[in-house]
Structures are given as C-alpha cells and as structure tokens.
DNA sequence: ATGTTGATCCAAACCGGTTTGGTCGGTACA
DNA sequence: TGTACCGACCAAACCGGTTTGGATCAACAT
C-alpha cells in the first residue's frame, strides 16, 4: 500500500493525500479526516526510506559499542543501550547499532556510519581522557552525545556520573567506619574516570586531614587479574592498609580474591569498594560494596539529550553531571581496632 | 558530492558514471577506470538511502532485545548482538535494534520493525517455547533467523545449542564423579531450552539405570531468589540430593547461596552445575561449574545464516544444533562418602 | 550501397514520498 | 464590475540513486 494506491483509491491527489497525513492547514477538515480514516482502514505506512531520502533525515541515530574484553563489562552497555533505545523509539527513530574493538576499528566503524548518513546522529559511550572518536566529530560537525568527559577543550554535549564526587563520598564513608589507611587501585590514567576518581579520594583524604602513603596509589588495568596483583602488593605493606577503594568493580573481585588468598577477611580485616555496582558485584563473597550508576536512566536521558541537540540545542547547555549511589555490602565494614600498628613504632624504637 | 556533481565533473551522464561505478560492461574500460580513480579522489559515497529506496532493500537487519528482568542476562545478548554484527557488517549490512521488554511490546516492536520496511529480516533471540515472534515472521513470510527453537511445525532457520546433549553431559559428569542422587531445578516448561535441558538429565539419569526421585525436579524462575528457594527445598529431603543441576547460572547462584545458608560446602556436600557461563559464574564462591555457549561464535553465525537466508537458501538448509562445553569448576566435585543413605533403610527395618 | 552488429553512451522513467508553485471557483471589498 | 483574496486541491519537480529503452557511430557483412 503506497501513496499512490492510496490517493487513486480515494479520488485525491498523491499530494493532497499527503498534505492531509501531516495535517497541513490547507486540505478541508472534512477531506483530512475521511483521507485518515482510509489511510488507517487500508494499513498505509509511509516508507521511511523515501521520507529519509526526501528530506535528507534518516530518523535513526548510531552507536559503537566497544567491545574490547573486559573494562567495563558488557551489562554496563546494554543497559545504557536499551535505555537510550527506548527513549528515541518514542520519537520514531531508530538506533543503529555497531560493534568494533577501540581503537582504529572503532574509528573505522564511526566513519562509515556518519558518512553513509543513514544515522542523524551518533551517542558515544565509554568516552576515554583523550578520545579520537570526539575530535572526529567535532571535526566533522556532526551531532552527538557522549556518555563521559574528555579532555577537549571544544564543548559538545555530555552526560557523565561524577567520578570525583564518587570517590570523594566512598572515601569519605571508609572514613566514617574508622578507616584511615585507605589505599585506591585506580584506573589508567588515559581513562578519564580513572583519573576523577582518584582526585575524589586524594580530596576526600585531605580534607580528612589524613596523608596518602605514596605506596597506597597503585594504578592498574581493568581486569580482574590486575586488581588481584595490586591488591596482593597492598596487602603485603606494612601497616597494612585496612581498606582499599577499587577502581571498578571487575579490580575489587580480584581485590577480594587476593585477601582471601592472604588469610583474611574482606570487610573485617580490609575493606572494599568498587564502582559500577556490577550484577557480579551482588554474588562475591563477602558481596561488594560499590558506588552505583543508574544506568537505564542514564541511557533514557542520553537518547533524550541526542533529540535535544538535533533539535538545536546547543552544546553548552547538554552538559550533564549526575551522582552516583554508594551501595553498602559486607565489604565494607568497620576498621579493625589497630593495634599492631600503635605497637610498631615502639618495637623500632 | 552526489552523482550528478560527479557526472558533471567528468562530462558525463549520471548513467554512465552509475554503470561505471557498479561494474557493467557497456562501459568502456577506459571510462571505467576514469571514473572510479575520478570517485575515489573526490571521495564520492553512494547515499545508501537512495540505493534503499530504488533497490527495495534496506541494507539492514533488525534485532529486538528483549529487555525483561533477568532471564539469561544481559552478556548473552550482547556478545550475541557483537558476533553477527560484525558478520553482517562484513557485507555491508547495518544492524538496527530495538528494545523492548518480552510481550506485547516486544511484539510490536518488531511489527513497526519489519512493517517500516527498513530492514530486510531480523534475528531472534532467546526465543520461547511457542514463540509469537516466530508466528508472526512466518505469517507474513518475513526472512529470519531464530536464536534457539521453538514449538511450531513449519520449518524456519535457526541456530540452538543442545540442551539435551548439554544436560545429559552435565549429568553423566556427575554420575561419574559417584553422585547418584542427583536433583534438576528446571526452568518454566514455556521456555524451550528449560524442556530441552530437562530432557537430558533425565535421558542421562535412565541411561546410568538411576530413578529419579519425583521430589528431585523443581521448576522455578530464572532468578536468583527462585533458585535459592527452590535449593532450600530441595536440600531439605531427605536423604539429601549429593548433586544439584541448575537450568541456568542465575538459578545456580541462588543455589549456592543456599547450600552455604545450610551450613554446607557446595563442591563437598552438595555439588552444583549451571548453564551458560555468565561472568559471574567465576567469581561465586565456590566457582561454578557449568556448561558454556560459544556466544561470539553463534552470534556470528547467525549473521552468516541470515545473509544466506537473503540470499535465497532454504530454511530446511539452516538449522543448525551446536553442543555446549563443560566448564569444570570447584562447585562441582565428587559425591561425599554415603554412609547415611546405607544406615537410613536398615534402621527403618 | 544497404543492412547488421556491437561497443558506448545517454535521456527519461522510476523508487515513494514531500515541497513548490501553481489553478480554480467563490466571496469580500472598492 | 473589476479585482484582491482565500480555501481547497493538484501537476510537476525533487531527493539521489538505478534501470529501461533507446541513440549514435564505426566496423563488418551482404
């Protein structure tokens, strides 16, 4: 059933047709609504390739997914998808999906999609500290919505959950349980998050008026290999931190692993918080406590931010900080009374 | 830069450099290579939505995502959504998905889907034991691929991993490790790999000549919480199932939270075996064994029957049945020595 | 000299909508 | 009575490609 069948059937013009399903002003209401009501009786559907061809829109925005192993872990993703996915189905676009590794592929991938201009726009997820992906679209002018900051001085539009903040209140919470040897596995530092996160907690430490051992800052990859070495290498100091904040959750489940491996208990003996609060996060053992992001919601206002600046809205005013959620588990749990460490100094003098 | 800006350039007619540039012989070679050097220097792209629209095809596939709570978890489909992405996109194909939660939106999400006419088929995932997607594909003889099989008579390309098989495997594992009481949380009887799984356990059970306890097959939902709660029954019999199957990981977490709620060890006192692999399978405590899917690979084979599905080839010809791999970890171990099972009866005497 | 054939190239139609720039008849106003 | 204006409708152009059905011309055959 095409536009043409449609208006034979009913004696009009394929224009006058046309006219009366957008309910411009200059068809008779009388004329209008009996066009509707066959258009409705006989299922037309107006084909969206020819509209997209028409009026050069294609009613469908983008996204790569980074797929590279680990980082994030994919539910992170998939939330944020369905989330801004349902959010721009409600104005009738389409999400157009494509999976690449970072790095050149990803590149590749995006290229491909907003030269072939079968998407309006693109979102972009787990943006990085320097990410090629944004000066690529700022370069080419073309609208998007990035989920994370990045260093780059032009503004474009963001949505992004305050690292520092985060950090800031997960140290801060360490604090009030008594803790005052907090040592942080952070991120690499190319991760912009990483770094957010790790001034959370050197602010939250100075404000507490306590020092950083500079043993106490080790850096390491997402994955849960590399938390379950830098945790080891923490464990071994001496006095032993008694709490260690995670980078990410996928670093506090090989955390937790390495102070089992040593004989203690996580959330007794040390205590540990992640960040994303992972389905995994719920099942560890001791569970973990974590800072959560409220992904769905984050996904629904991206998508709403991407109509937002398609519809013109400038960048400066779709820049967005939201608060992450701490999520208290057994992990995490009162200092232990610390005697060894009163007693040590004592014994070396 | 369009055809005709290009045609101009060239002093030819946009039929020429059309042909040219697809390839047909009555174009001569000369002007071939002319204008192809000529396209890729000004960096000319077909606008695909025009192609779209001339050529009746969308150069895209679609894929709802079934966004319910729970049920497999969210890597499954993601690591689905990345294997035939790729594929597709190997041959120019774009993936379009859309979100929607199972029922009636889900329905009508992938009616407006294949009614807008932007994408030339779709794949299905996580289908249902009497699926309304696939119902509603074959009526309108609309091309796809189904993840998993369903109950319906007319045949339709789709890609399943065993779950008899699986089952029976994961069973005669544990009939081998000396577990002879040997219980199954299945999953709904609507979903049809829960069925399937069910049928291999029992098929396995019958083939080692061991009955099956009626009070040994629980169903429950694909949730955690049903899991434990069905595994806080189950290890209340007595005698005591040594071994317990769990329709999938989710189940078996719940599970393992209950045999640890009892006072016992999993792995010791009460193994457990789960389906799927999720992430988090590896991080419960003890790990959980289970039998893992090839996602990537399935995903990028889905991608690939679809093309060959477009491309004309039979369903009856793409069906394919793929086997899953034991993933031995410490929750699944040898049955306990059965010292009271053999006192019980000679004290009823 | 007149067809026939084959190699090249092209104008126009087409895909299915939307937009532009009208026409036509009737009413209001000078 | 002439004309300005308005309401209702429509033919044709357009979006950017591909396909159809020629046109042109040189070489070759009759």
Known sequence: MDLKTLSNHLGLSKTTVSRALNGYPDVSLATRTRVREAAERLGYRPNPVAQALQSGRAQAIGLVLPTGPGEFGDPFLLALLTGAGKELQA??????????????????ALDRMISKRRVD?????????DDPRIHLLLDRDFPFVAQGRTREPRPYPFLDVDGVEAFERATTTLIELGHRRIALIGGEPHLAYATHRRQGYEAAMAAAGLRIDPDWRVEARQTREAGFE??????????????????????????????????????VDVSVIGHDDLPLASVTSPPLATMAQPLPELGARLGRMMLQRLAGKPASELQELWTAAYVPRASAGPAPPDDR?????????
């Open 230 to 267: 830098a945790a080891k290498t923490l464990i071994a100091l001496r006095p032993r931190p008694t709490a260690i904040l995670c980078n990410t959750d996928t670093q506090a489940v090989g955390c937790l692993a390495a102070i089992a491996e040593a004989g203690l208990t996580a959330g």
């Open 341 to 349: 460490t009163r007693r040590q100094p004592s014994q070396i003098r």
């Open 121 to 129: 726009g693109v979102i972009v997820v787990r943006t990085r500290a």
């Open 91 to 108: 104005d009738g676009l389409d999400l157009m999906v494509s999976a690449a590794a970072p790095g050149d592929d990803e590149l590749a």
